[in-house]
């Protein structure tokens, strides 16, 4: 007879790779799997501001010509970046790309989805010859101007 004990590990087991799938990590320990979760939770509130802050300011109502919304953070390995537009972005990936190169940022994981509404998730670190920190906001700012290029040669084609 299974003891009660035993039943329950395998349940937490299963119920933490459960979280671990929802939450894409590929941690292996238990408190590996629990820290990436805690890491997706605090980016899914970064998302939620991000929209509560368009909403108050009124740009849900224009949302289909919204610029992309662009969030980038230092975390442990190098820079998160986060981009995202409902409308589909045609050419903007290679603009973005581009950035990383004149950063001297390599691209260790990249996720990208261009269906309906574009979407990057990105992280970038440093090029060790470059020797020189970069900044979150110098990287952001960096962005924000390749998205004004993209645009501005996107209105010249239409």
């Given at each position: 007879?299974?003891?009660r004990k035993?039943?329950?590990d395998?349940?937490?087991?299963?119920?933490?790779?459960?979280l671990?799938?929802i939450?894409n990590?590929?941690?292996?320990?238990?408190?590996s799997?629990?820290?990436?979760?805690?890491?997706?939770?605090?980016?899914?509130?970064?998302?939620?501001?991000?929209l509560n802050l368009?909403?108050a300011?009124?740009?849900?109502?224009?949302?289909?010509?919204?610029?992309?919304?662009?969030?980038?953070?230092?975390?442990e390995?190098?820079?998160q970046?986060?981009?995202?537009?409902?409308?589909?972005c045609q050419?903007?990936?290679?603009?973005?790309?581009k950035?990383?190169?004149?950063?001297n940022?390599?691209?260790?994981?990249a996720?990208?989805?261009?269906?309906?509404s574009?979407?990057?998730?990105?992280?970038?670190?440093?090029?060790?010859?470059?020797?020189?920190?970069?900044?979150?906001?110098?990287?952001?700012q960096?962005?924000?101007h390749a998205?004004?290029n993209?645009?501005?040669?996107?209105?010249?084609?239409d």
């Amino acid at each position: 007879m299974v003891s009660r004990k035993h039943k329950k590990d395998v349940l937490l087991h299963e119920k933490l790779q459960l979280l671990r799938s929802i939450t894409n990590s590929h941690a292996n320990n238990d408190s590996s799997i629990i820290l990436d979760a805690s890491k997706y939770i605090e980016h899914l509130k970064q998302k939620v501001e991000i929209l509560n802050l368009e909403i108050a300011s009124g740009q849900s109502s224009s949302y289909q010509n919204a610029s992309p919304v662009v969030t980038v953070e230092a975390v442990e390995k190098g820079m998160q970046v986060n981009l995202y537009s409902e409308r589909s972005c045609q050419g903007l990936l290679v603009y973005v790309l581009k950035v990383f190169e004149e950063l001297n940022l390599n691209v260790l994981e990249a996720r990208v989805s261009c269906t309906g509404s574009f979407h990057l998730e990105a992280l970038g670190v440093e090029n060790e010859q470059n020797g020189e920190s970069i900044d979150a906001h110098i990287v952001k700012q960096t962005i924000l101007h390749a998205i004004e290029n993209w645009s501005e040669n996107n209105d010249q084609q239409d």
